[in-house]
Nanobody
Framework: QVELVESGGGLVQPGGSLTLSCAAS????????MSWYRQAPGKERELVAH????????NYADSVKGRFTISRDNAKNTVFLQMNSLKPEDTAVYYC????????????WGRGTQVTVSS
C-alpha cells in the first residue's frame, strides 16, 4: 500500500541542473519526515538531504550543501530535490525515503532514479 515513486533522473553535463520528484501514496504524507539518499556503484548508500514533516527544517550532506535544495508540497504528497552545479561525483541512484513514528519507527523506500553527470 505504501508507495514512493521517484522521477526526474537522467543524463546531465557537469555544471548543469536537475530536479528530482518523489510522489508518495498509501500513508499520511504530512506526518512523515522525508529524505533523499544516493548510492554510487561500489559505494555505500549515503544521506543527501532531509526535511521535517512540516518543512520547517532541512539538513544536507556537506558534499551537496549550497548546491542542492530539498522541499516538499504536502498538498501534493510530493518531495523534491533541486540539484544545481552538478559534478561527476554526484552520479548515483537517488532514493526517496519516508519515515514516521507510530508507536515505533516506520521506514519506506522508493526504487530509485538514476542520475548521471558526464560530459
Amino acid at each position: 500500500q505504501v508507495e514512493l515513486v521517484e522521477s526526474g533522473g537522467g543524463l546531465v553535463q557537469p555544471g548543469g541542473s536537475l530536479t528530482l520528484s518523489c510522489a508518495a501514496s498509501g500513508f499520511t504524507f504530512s506526518r512523515c519526515a522525508m529524505s533523499w539518499y544516493r548510492q554510487a556503484p561500489g559505494k555505500e548508500r549515503e544521506l543527501v538531504a532531509h526535511i521535517t514533516n512540516t518543512g520547517g527544517s532541512t539538513n544536507y550532506a556537506d558534499s551537496v550543501k549550497g548546491r542542492f535544495t530539498i522541499s516538499r508540497d504536502n498538498a501534493k504528497n510530493t518531495v523534491f530535490l533541486q540539484m544545481n552545479s552538478l559534478k561527476p561525483e554526484d552520479t548515483a541512484v537517488y532514493y526517496c525515503n519516508a519515515r514516521w513514528w507510530l508507536a515505533s519507527w516506520y521506514d519506506y523506500w522508493g526504487r530509485g532514479t538514476q542520475v548521471t553527470v558526464s560530459s
